[in-house]
């Protein structure tokens, strides 16, 4: 690709891979901690919300990681799909578009690079590149929107009971 798309690619893992990773610690223990993060699940409508509070701590903190690292990236994009797919459905996507409004905006841009970054792939700077197990164009965009739909299937299925409308 060449050295500044590979650069680039670093660039994007390392911002994206730190957001999540802030974000899961944010859940873990920023303001109101697990406890908080449970609460707020159980409002939207989730089951076992103290499990759940832990699994998005877990899965934001693992998949920044691996995106930082470059390793197994198509995995690490279907989770941060995954994530905000989960949270654009359930939390956002009532309030609308703009972020501002509490809308699905920023969880939409996340989401939509962590299927980009499967096709592009992590590039040279990656652990997965030095090992010669990258997976990149429409393979590398497919196993991240496959394994995230499917994944975010799974948990609302398993775990989502929306609020009767009062």
């Known amino acids: 690709m060449g050295e500044p798309a590979d650069a680039a690619l670093l660039l994007v893992r390392l911002v994206l891979g730190a957001v999540m990773v802030v974000h899961g610690w944010n859940h873990w ?3 109101g901690g697990i406890t908080g993060t449970a609460s707020w699940f159980a409002g939207l409508g989730l089951r076992r919300p103290r499990l759940q509070a832990w ?9 920044g990681a691996l995106l930082a690292a470059g390793l197994f990236t198509p995995l690490a994009c279907a989770a941060v ?5 989960v949270a654009g459905l359930l939390a956002h996507r009532p309030h ?26 992590p590039g040279e700077y990656a652990v997965d590149s030095a ?3 990258a997976v990149t164009g429409w393979a590398g ?3 991240v929107i496959g394994v995230g739909v499917v994944a975010t299937g799974g948990l609302l ?7 009767e409308k009062t």
């Open 29 to 31: 223990r920023g303001g």
């Open 96 to 121: 609308g578009f703009f972020v501002f409004k509490e809308g699905y905006e920023y969880v939409l841009v996340l989401g939509v690079l962590a299927v980009a970054l499967g096709a592009w792939g």
């Open 55 to 63: 699994l998005s701590v877990w899965t934001e903190i693992g998949a």
């Open 141 to 143: 965009a497919g196993l």
């Open 157 to 163: 299925a398993a775990f989502w009971r929306p609020r």
């Open 131 to 133: 090992a010669d197990i």
């Open 81 to 85: 799909l995954s994530v905000m797919l």
